[in-house]
């Protein structure tokens, strides 16, 4: 189909445009031009939910955001290798063990840092060939240095034995951040942000972007404004809870180190109703005895009204 020569009005123009759309609608798709297919989301992998309770149902806490074939840990509580290779057998390859090369811990609370040797080294055993990264608050290169001292006859052996372990997969290059843009390989851009979580002088949350995606990650935090300015309508807010109805039967020393440390159901529904996220996920959950269903309930009975989920391992957002 020709446009008309020269002359032809700006009607005859949209005519035959109409003429050329009404073709093409009419075409099967089978024998369409193919366009380039959308790169795959930026996705939020769950790896575990747990707290220092030992629920045999929720692993440590840990996150990945997956971009294509580049994957982002967020905490390494206990097994963390596991859950992120179950996730690669599920079909998120970008989580198999020699594709773990990037950490960020939100703080150094041992629930979140006891999968650490597991990542350096498990890690390594199964063919990662480069040293991990690991992005964390002052005190992780110290973490690392003993972790590694640790285990010095385990690497002295691989790397001196019969067995073909690589030279470089157990070595770690920390980054001790401050907050502010720590991360940008092209892939997707990683800011910390400080929270406050009880006696710790620093422990940061995370606010991941990419082309198509941004995610944020509370870490343990108590309610804070500093996630409402994260997040700010962000796509995924990943937030820490703890039960408000359970929390009035916790003996109040307890009461009073988690009021201090951590977010309740009721603060959440307040603070997640000023960020806006497009969607909720509770991670980090202490139930102490209610269920998902009884958290979310909670957060809706204090009038929280958008799209919200509670994680479960394994689970992708
Ligand atoms: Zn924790
Ligand atoms: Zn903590």
Same mark, same amino acid.
């Not at 502010?180 to 092209?186: A, Q, T």
């Given at each position: 189909m020709r446009l008309p020569a020269g002359g032809g009005t700006r009607r005859s123009v949209l005519v035959v445009v109409a003429a050329v759309w009404s073709v093409a609608l009419a075409v099967p798709a089978h024998a369409q031009v193919p366009v380039a297919p959308a790169p795959p989301p930026t996705q939020l992998v769950v790896l575990g939910t747990g707290t220092p309770n030992a629920d045999p149902e929720r692993s440590g806490p840990a996150l990945a955001v997956v971009r294509g074939t580049r994957s982002y840990l967020v905490d390494a509580g206990p097994g963390i290798v596991r859950r992120a290779a179950a996730a690669s057998r599920n079909g998120v390859t970008a989580l198999a063990p020699q594709h773990l090369r990037v950490l960020f811990l939100t703080h150094l609370h041992s629930d979140h840092t006891v999968g650490l040797p597991d990542v350096i080294l498990s890690a390594w055993t199964l063919e990662r060939d480069v040293p991990l990264e690991v992005y964390g608050p002052p005190g992780t290169k110290a973490m690392v240095e003993h972790l590694l001292a640790a285990y010095s006859a385990d690497i002295r052996n691989r790397i001196d034995g019969a067995e073909p372990a690589n030279e470089q997969g157990h070595k770690v290059n920390v980054h001790e951040i401050a907050p /502010?843009?720590?991360? #940008? #390989? /092209?892939n997707v851009k990683v800011r910390a942000f400080a929270v406050p979580h009880g006696d710790w002088e620093v422990a940061f949350g995370y606010r991941f972007e990419s082309a198509d995606r941004s995610i944020v990650i509370s870490g343990d935090t108590r309610a804070s404004d500093a996630v409402v300015t994260a997040c700010n309508g962000c796509d995924l807010l990943v937030h820490e809870v703890y039960s408000a109805e359970r929390f009035k039967t916790r003996p109040p020393e307890w009461q009073r180190y988690h009021a201090r440390a951590h977010t309740s159901t009721v603060e959440l529904a307040a603070l997640a109703t000023r960020a806006m996220p497009r969607q909720l996920v509770l991670y980090h959950q202490l139930f102490w005895g209610t269920d998902d269903a009884g958290l979310l309930a909670e957060l809706r009975a204090a009038g929280y009204l958008r799209a919200a989920v509670s994680a479960r391992d394994l689970a992708i957002y």
């Open positions: /502010g843009l720590v991360f #940008d #390989d /092209g």
